[in-house]
């Protein structure tokens, strides 16, 4: 397990945050932990599965190639300036302020967007852990909502109390995590290759890994687009930069071996859960919707069986999914709060935003301010449309998150194009790759805009009220209007604090050492 160093505060670094505090091994932890791979899996798989079937192993693969690509940006981007504020900092000294307000507004929104699933996911767990299937299988239920916010609540607290007491929690969490996706994997194969497995299960074959069985393009992009959700969050060692020992190396390398853990850990789940469970619409097949929303407790019992050891391990499968969300939680806390810190220390937002707390060193404003929206967010979109806009909130998600990945790797290949010519790593790890993996986020990214349109694609919709009388998705609307919304909010910030937006500075300040941590 990782170790951390003892430190001190250290604000004339820095910002003030806690220096050296996180080893390459916690920062890893840390990244894999805030994509929750068992909360991801079990809340999108399904969905990917209904758009390409048998073919959603070879989709894991190809969405994990941009990805790959924009973490060599981060990692090119880290060693040059590292910044807690990333993205928002590196594109707003590299491309000017309002590209990187922007991409700071993609990054905030969409995780606390996200948030009000992993509250509801966890308040739904709780119950079903405990035998409150009742309670558990309502996600709008009251209940569901407290605990939720109670498990909001105490993440935000673990994120005020410094980052060594949120990594030492995210370790915990993260062990029971991989033992039980790699044992319920195993077991489900297992039981695929002796025959004991239910009606419909199908051994794993080549032809899963061929992209060219997928009935159509647009099929094979939405796959793709949601994919892309289930990477999220690897970044979260980028964000932690200024806490980490040897911040130039040590975070960019973690962000890009936590995408290679991730792909591990997701195609062995994937081929498990499809060659045990199948396609089917009725039972416990993929292919069925009162599965969609989660698939590891749909399947579970069955792949575990009924006596008492299975049982237990059906419950441990249970907390597993719990732990995931409850791990994201705190990792979304953890990285928001680093974003309003930087955003407030150069101006972008009011700047008690800035402000560190004097013993724990953490953003401890920032950190509530998140946890008091998300806790927001999380109670209305509970009440709009029985819960379900919960769910059109997280799939809107992937349009900002291909944004501001997407400007990720242009901003990496934009600040170093004039290192070509420095060798063939230059070449393809700072500008080559980044920008390809860049161009295709943004691209799936405006594909999905167009694709969200269709009320089809959401569980919610909007008819307006005077012609033309469109019938808009609900995702389109939440998505395209938050983007709208943090233009509009960036006007008018504009207008009553100019300070950041005038922009020469910042630009200077990079020029002024472009290079200073190539030492790497």
């Not at 806690?18 to 805030?34: E, H, K, N, W």
């Not at 807690?84 to 000294?93: D, E, H, L, S, V």
């Not at 994919?227 to 999220?232: E, G, K």
């Not at 790890?429 to 269709?454: E, F, M, Q, T, Y």
Request: hydrophobic residues 55%; glycine residues 10%.
């Amino acid at each position: 397990m990782a170790t951390t160093a003892h430190t001190t505060s250290d604000p004339a670094a820095g910002k003030g945050l806690r220096t050296g505090a996180l080893s390459m091994t916690t920062s890893l932890i840390l990244s894999v932990a805030s994509a929750a791979p068992a909360y991801s899996l079990a809340a999108t798989l399904a969905f990917i599965v209904a758009y390409v079937g048998f073919q959603a192993p070879v989709i894991v693969l190809l969405a994990f190639v941009p990805i790959l690509f924009v973490s060599f940006g981060y990692a090119a981007l880290n060693r040059r300036d590292p910044d807690c504020g990333t993205i928002f900092t590196w594109a707003g000294r590299v491309l000017g302020p309002r590209a990187g307000f922007m991409a700071g507004w993609a990054v905030i929104t969409s995780f606390v967007l996200v948030m009000a699933s992993l509250a509801q996911v966890a308040g739904q767990y709780v119950f079903l852990l405990c035998g409150a299937d009742g309670i558990g299988s309502d996600p709008s239920s009251p209940w569901v909502l407290l605990v939720g916010l109670g498990w909001m609540a105490l993440m935000t607290a673990v994120c005020l109390r410094g980052i060594e007491v949120a990594a030492a929690v995210q370790r915990a969490l993260l062990v029971l995590e991989f033992v039980m996706l790699v044992v319920f994997s195993a077991v489900a194969l297992v039981r695929v290759w002796t025959g004991n497995a239910p009606a419909g299960a199908r051994q794993p074959g080549l032809s899963w890994m061929n992209p060219f069985e997928i009935s159509s393009p647009s099929a094979f992009v939405s796959g793709l687009v949601l994919m892309l959700f289930i990477y999220w969050g690897w970044e979260t060692a980028v964000t932690v930069n200024e806490e980490t020992t040897d911040r130039h190396r040590t975070p960019g390398r973690a962000a890009v071996w936590s995408t290679i853990v991730l792909l591990t850990l997701y195609l062995l789940a994937t081929v498990a859960t499809l060659a045990f469970a199948g396609t089917g619409t009725t039972g416990i097949g993929l292919g069925n919707p009162d599965n969609f929303g989660d698939v590891f407790s749909a399947i579970g019992q069955a792949v575990f069986g009924a006596g008492a050891v299975g049982t237990l391990l059906w419950h441990l499968l249970v907390l597993m999914v719990l732990s995931s969300a409850a791990a994201s939680t705190e990792t979304t806390v953890l990285t928001l709060g680093r974003t309003l810190l930087a955003m407030g220390r150069q101006g972008a937002v009011p700047r008690p935003f800035a402000r560190i707390h004097p013993r724990y060193a953490s953003p401890h404003v920032a950190t509530l301010a998140i946890g008091v929206s998300g806790a927001l967010c999380y109670i209305v979109m509970n009440v709009l449309a029985d819960g379900l806009v919960i769910g059109d909130a997280v799939s809107s998600c992937g349009l900002m998150i291909a944004f501001y990945y997407g400007l990720t790797g242009l901003t990496a290949a934009w600040a170093h194009r004039d290192r070509w010519r420095h060798g063939a790593a230059d070449l393809w790890l700072r500008i080559a790759l980044p920008a390809v993996g860049g161009v295709v986020l943004l691209a799936a990214g405006l594909w999905s805009l167009v694709n969200d349109w269709d009320p089809a694609n959401s569980s919610t919709s909007f008819t307006l009220p005077f012609p033309p009388h469109w019938h808009i998705g609900g995702v389109f609307l939440i998505g395209a209007g938050t983007l709208a919304a943090g233009w509009l909010l960036m006007l008018g910030y504009a207008r009553l604090a100019p300070g950041y937006f005038r922009g020469g500075p910042r630009r200077a300040q990079v020029a002024s050492h472009p290079e200073a941590s190539d030492r790497a």
